[in-house]
């Protein structure tokens, strides 16, 4: 079993950043992969960026050159740096993570509003 929790989401205005967090805490092995993903209201969840280990790291095209991914194997955790927001990025983020039976875990979101 993982618990994902996350932080960062808030109200920004366009143009802005904001850095989201996010921390899986799990006994045993490590996880396979981790990531963001978002759903905006009425859209359905869409794919961020995902982090794996044995493959590049993966970014939604709408988001390429403006979010930056990182993690940390060691610590379990990740980070997305996300920079010059658009309001089209408002949504609620949530923190994924994979483990080796190729298992999906959720976090509970955090919300993210850019708007002026």
């Known amino acids: 079993q993982v618990q994902l929790v996350e932080s960062g989401g808030e109200l920004v205005q366009p143009g802005g950043s904001l850095r989201l967090s996010c921390s899986a805490f799990r006994s045993g092995f490590g996880l396979y992969a981790m990531g963001w993903y978002r759903q905006a209201p009425g859209k359905q969840r869409e794919l961020v960026a995902t982090?794996?280990?044995?493959?590049?790291?993966n970014y939604a095209d709408s988001v390429k050159g403006r979010f930056t991914v990182s993690r940390d194997n060691r610590k379990n955790t990740i980070q997305l740096q996300m920079n010059h927001l658009k309001p089209e990025d408002t949504a609620v983020y949530y923190c994924?993570?994979?483990?080796?039976?190729?298992?999906?875990?959720w976090g509970r979101g955090t919300q993210v509003t850019v708007s002026s």
């Open positions: 994924n993570a994979v483990d080796y039976s190729y298992m999906n875990y």
């Open positions: 982090v794996t280990n044995d493959e590049p790291t």
